[in-house]
């Protein structure tokens, strides 16, 4: 009998026989957030791809934003999420092997994105607005699935260092920048397109790698793109079923960079192995695990003890797409609570119209909008590095916002969870993976005291850094009186740096603050940077999210932030 069928009237005095297991009718509840364009409907992307340079790229972000916004491509990551890698140390006849199975989903996202230049478009087509366009790409790709972008975030940063020694970039740039993926676990000679990971920390060290206890002996001469030999661990090597690695050990010469193949040129199994997959509480869908080199290949890029200054440029790119997932993070974090707002309703009145939602959506949004503007300028920089202030400024930029924007994402995705309620907590919502890979950047590529370290020794090395990034700021002056008074206090407090270490949060919170501050004024919406100047440069508010002061027009922004779907 069908449920809804009413039963023979048998017994009229209860009526609530009449119809068998009908309890409700599901109501109140917003459509799912599928099939929308991540590019289209995301209004300060649009606005930033276009002033930062890239309005060349504007189909193809088009494009790029409906395939990340299909439910099929959604799905891909829930899947990949559910399923994490199984590490395999041996096949069934006992024969090493160190092999990783990925679920299929986790392999059509590395398809995505490598058919897509996700890791190679600035170095295939360098140019005007090209770092960020692909900026603008790895945003939408990573609000679906953030995981699995850690191998081509290192694939792409790779190039940068590989060059240093041309010979090695001679055999592997062309298969680096392939655009395909070949998940196979083969000899890289046998392949047409391949992945690229790194190598640095170890346990008695970590952040701090000069403390690093690998060797590297010499099988012949010594030096540049020279074959040695490593022997050691390495505690935290993401995606180690990637194609070769840079790696850092302890040359005759001091700490050095190494690439480092998977396999050997003679199609046998290089010596290195795989002691065990790390058990993260996020990035489910990357592997991460502990490896010993036991006499592996690899060879020299650079001299014997430039180790870090060779893989510096590497490592700076990885923070920049740190900058970004974080961003991405933050941008899919308001898109779901401002989505949900939107539809459902409360006391009579939808979410997303009552005074006090509106206050927490608004600086939600702010907040996302801020990292954004702040990250395609930083991309901005990067496309023309033969312009001195713009060199100057990426250096400083990068380790200011990867600490900032990063450490920001926790509390953002937190607060957005709580805007959805309860069913944001459960796993079949995407919140609950926003929330756990939200410490991910803050951690990785240098914590936050690695980031404030490393500005101060940019101010150290190069202090026209500090002069070309007050300069930058400064372009907004004029704008509003706020701004004003924070620049002029802080640029006083940067006078004497002598205890910068001690107060170096306090100082590179604010240089983050009057950067995206100077941004929003000059080129967002005057409700977003009326309020973002009242919310971030004056005190008296509370620190949650939530404070903006009387007079800010937060349906404005909610407005700017929120996509249109269903």
């Known amino acids: 009998m069908n449920a809804r069928q009413p039963r023979p009237d048998t017994n009229a005095s209860q009526p609530g026989d009449r119809y068998l297991a009908v309890t409700h009718e599901v109501t109140n509840q917003p459509p799912a957030l599928e099939n929308y364009n991540l590019f289209e409907q995301d209004t300060a992307l649009r606005e930033a791809t276009r002033r930062e340079g890239a309005q060349a790229a504007h189909d193809d972000l088009v494009a790029f934003g409906a395939l990340a916004g299909a439910a099929e491509t959604i799905d891909l990551g829930f899947r990949a999420n559910a399923n994490k890698p199984v590490f395999n140390s041996h096949d069934r006849f006992g024969h090493r092997i160190d092999?990783?199975?990925?679920?299929?989903?986790?392999?059509q996202l590395m398809d995505i994105a490598f058919r897509n230049g996700l890791h190679s478009s600035p170095w295939t087509h360098p140019g005007k607005g090209a770092h960020v366009a692909r900026a603008a790409k790895y945003y939408m790709h990573s609000q679906v699935e953030a995981a699995h972008c850690c191998p081509i975030t290192m694939t792409f940063a790779a190039i940068p260092s590989i060059r240093k020694q041309p010979e090695l970039a001679a055999d592997w740039e062309t298969r680096i920048l392939a655009n395909s993926y070949d998940r196979r676990n083969l000899p890289d000679s046998q392949k047409a397109s391949v992945t690229i990971g790194m190598a640095m920390t170890e346990k008695q060290g970590g952040s701090d790698v000069r403390a690093n206890s690998t060797r590297a002996y010499p099988t012949g001469p010594r030096g540049p793109g020279q074959a040695y030999e490593l022997v050691g661990h390495k505690w935290f090597v993401s995606a180690p079923m990637c194609d070769a690695f840079l790696v850092l050990a302890q040359a005759p010469g001091g700490l050095s960079c190494f690439l480092m193949p998977r396999w050997r040129p003679d199609g046998s199994k290089?010596?290195?192995?795989?002691q065990r997959l790390k058990n993260k509480m996020g990035n489910v869908?990357?592997?991460?695990?502990?490896?010993?080199?036991?006499?592996?290949?690899?060879?020299?890029?650079?001299?014997?003890?430039?180790?870090?200054?060779?893989?510096?440029?590497?490592?700076?790119?990885?923070?920049?797409?740190?900058?970004?997932?974080s961003s991405a993070g933050m941008r899919q974090a308001i898109a779901q609570a401002s989505h949900h707002c939107r539809h459902r309703s409360a006391f009579g009145h939808h979410l997303i119209d009552q005074p006090l939602m509106q206050n927490v959506l608004a600086d939600l949004a702010l907040e996302s909008?801020?990292?954004?503007?702040?990250?395609?300028?930083?991309?901005?920089?990067?496309d023309n590095q033969d312009q001195e202030h713009e060199r100057l400024l990426a250096r400083l930029a990068t380790p200011v916002g990867k600490y900032?924007?990063?450490?920001r994402t926790p509390n953002h995705a937190y607060e957005a969870m709580e805007c959805i309620g309860g069913s944001g907590v459960m796993e079949d919502c995407i919140m609950p993976r926003l929330f756990r890979e939200s410490p991910v950047n803050a951690i990785w590529e240098g914590s936050g005291n690695v980031q404030c370290l490393d500005t101060l020794r940019a101010l150290q090395k190069e202090p026209e850094t500090l002069d070309a990034y007050f300069r930058e700021a400064a372009e907004a002056k004029g704008a509003d009186r706020r701004f004003d008074q924070f620049l002029a206090q802080l640029q006083n407090d940067f006078a004497d740096i002598s205890d910068f270490e001690y107060r170096a949060r306090n100082l590179v919170d604010r240089l983050a603050l009057v950067m995206q501050a100077s941004l929003l004024l000059r080129h967002s919406d005057k409700a977003v940077a009326d309020a973002f100047c009242a919310a971030r440069l004056q005190s008296g508010g509370g620190m949650n999210y939530g404070n903006l002061p009387s007079g800010t027009d937060p349906a404005a922004i909610i407005k700017r932030a929120t996509p249109v779907v269903g």
């Open 369 to 382: 909008e801020a990292a954004l503007a702040y990250t395609l300028r930083v991309a901005r920089a990067l």
């Open 270 to 274: 290089n010596a290195w192995q795989i």
């Open 404 to 407: 900032w924007i990063c450490k």
């Open 285 to 325: 869908a990357n592997a991460s695990s502990e490896v010993e080199l036991r006499g592996a290949l690899a060879w020299l890029i650079g001299e014997e003890g430039r180790g870090v200054a060779t893989i510096i440029e590497m490592v700076a790119m990885t923070r920049f797409d740190c900058m970004i997932g």
């Open 99 to 107: 092999d990783i199975d990925f679920h299929p989903a986790y392999h």
